[in-house]
């Protein structure tokens, strides 16, 4: 069966950009509403006035990401850039429209001319327009772009850049993952017929459309791998067997931990730690562990080398590690097909809490590590707030705190919460209100 969206050829624009995993990975699981989505920052005749703001853009964002693992200067430098984008207090609630230094500098560089270019483009044909990220949004308002304007969040709550100079007037929509982005956006001065309360969203191919079947199929082997004494299924049979129906005897495959490392590749040394720790168990195929690296081909060459240092180099088979795989692709779409792909036996996910918060609806209970940033700070709080996530204890006794948790079905418990209480139709959303608001 197939469960894509139809596709809604040569009718809208989607549009991303190449700074981190988050945008493009949010407007991947949209890929179905066009025929192709636009990089912002590297498209074809992109000008080289746009094209270095924004590769300066990027390569200040990975700098930062990096210096955070340094203590004490790092940290002191990333608290520094994190003040630019940092969100308020929520409460108490109040007009928060007022635009920040952030802000004001990327008006600055629109007034220059910064994305005109690629609106000029776009007016040929003047199709709705969908933008992961805000600059490219605030671009189409401030270029005049006629049609439709339209941007996705990917976080549980965001800073005032997220809406434009003057929101109370702007004619930019947004589709919202929460009722706090939805809130926020309300204080930052956005009418409330420009917010669309949708869910994030998540790749249709782990759902498999209305019914979930895909979803709950994978979801009956994943409980039984996160609560292997039955703690959880003892209390909550019922439960369980009206969400999913009846379990299978033993799972598919053995209890898997994904760690993500995000864009910037900031992570790699925790990684070794924790396969340091884990080696007992990887070596008997207890477990197994997907390091999901991207499209970086250094850090895929770091873990292996140190892969082979910590003396895995005997489990390689076929050319691959038994029970260690990386998921790396050169290609941006391939990886996150790859990604996808292997989030269906996967039955814990570990990363920094980035949009893969939101992954959390599929069922698979995420364990968290350290927030890098004012924005995962906030999406670690609704993790940590909904029952959603756990945050990750000391590193050195992984091998003590996770089995506990699986003995005592926690996991198990994290997973069904994030599927029943989570929103799950973010993508099918979206479609939804393009039909009605839009596609004509």
């Known amino acids: 069966m197939n469960f894509s969206m ?40 992109i000008p080289n006035f746009d094209k270095e703001i924004w590769e300066q853009m990027r390569k200040f964002y990975e700098a930062i990401s990096n210096f955070y693992r340094f203590p004490f200067v ?47 483009k776009l007016k040929e044909k003047n199709l709705p327009l969908i933008s992961t990220f805000f600059i490219p949004v605030f ?17 549980a709550d965001i800073a005032r850049p997220w809406t434009s100079l003057n929101p109370k007037e702007s004619k930019i929509k947004y589709f919202v993952p929460n ?34 079947e895909i979803l709950k199929q994978d979801l009956k082997f994943r409980i039984l791998n996160l609560d292997p004494q039955k ?5 909550y049979k019922i439960l369980i067997e009206k969400k999913l129906g009846k379990l299978p005897t033993e799972s598919d495959h053995p209890l898997t931990i994904m760690f993500s490392i995000g864009g910037a590749g900031a992570q790699k040394e925790i990684l070794i730690k924790i396969l340091k720790c884990l080696k007992p168990y990887l070596e008997q195929k207890q477990i197994k562990i997907i390091l999901s690296v991207g499209t970086k081909e250094k ?49 814990i996910l570990w990363t920094k ?32 707030r909904r029952g959603f996530g756990i945050f990750q204890e000391d590193l050195n006794f992984i091998n003590e705190w996770l089995f506990d948790w699986l003995k005592s079905g926690c996991l198990a418990e994290v997973a069904m919460e994030g599927f029943i209480k989570g929103e799950k139709f973010g ?4 479609q939804k209100i393009l039909k009605q608001k839009t596609i004509k």
């Open 231 to 235: 703690k959880y299924f003892e209390k």
């Open 299 to 347: 850090t895929k060459n770091y873990l292996e080398k140190n892969i082979e240092i910590l003396g895995f180099k005997n489990y390689k088979e076929n050319g691959d590690f038994s029970s260690i795989e990386i998921i790396f692709e050169k290609e941006i779409e391939t990886y996150f097909q790859k990604f996808n792909l292997a989030l269906r036996k996967t039955d």
């Open 353 to 384: 809490p980035s949009e893969l918060s939101f992954y959390c609806a599929l069922g698979i209970p995420i364990i968290i590590s350290l927030p890098v940033g004012s924005h995962e700070e906030c999406n670690m709080k609704w993790l940590l």
């Open 74 to 120: 790092g940290k002191i430098i990333f608290s520094f850039y994190d003040q630019l984008q940092k969100i308020l207090a929520f409460y108490p609630k109040r007009d928060l429209s007022k635009p920040n230094f952030q802000l004001k500098i990327i008006y600055f560089l629109l007034k220059k001319g910064w994305g005109k270019n690629l609106i000029e």
């Open 6 to 45: 139809q596709k809604m050829e040569e009718k809208i624009y989607l549009i991303s950009v190449n700074m981190g995993y988050g945008h493009r990975r949010t407007a991947f699981s949209l890929k179905e509403l066009t025929q192709k989505i636009i990089c912002a920052n590297d498209y074809d005749g």
């Open 179 to 212: 009722q706090r982005t939805a809130g926020r956006l309300k204080l930052y001065g956005v009418k409330r017929e420009n917010i669309f309360l949708t869910g994030y969203p998540l790749p249709q191919e782990n759902i498999g459309g209305r019914d979930m």
């Open 139 to 155: 671009m189409a308002e401030y270029f005049n772009y006629s049609g439709e304007i339209f941007c996705v969040v990917c976080d």
């Open 427 to 430: 993508t099918l959303n979206i």
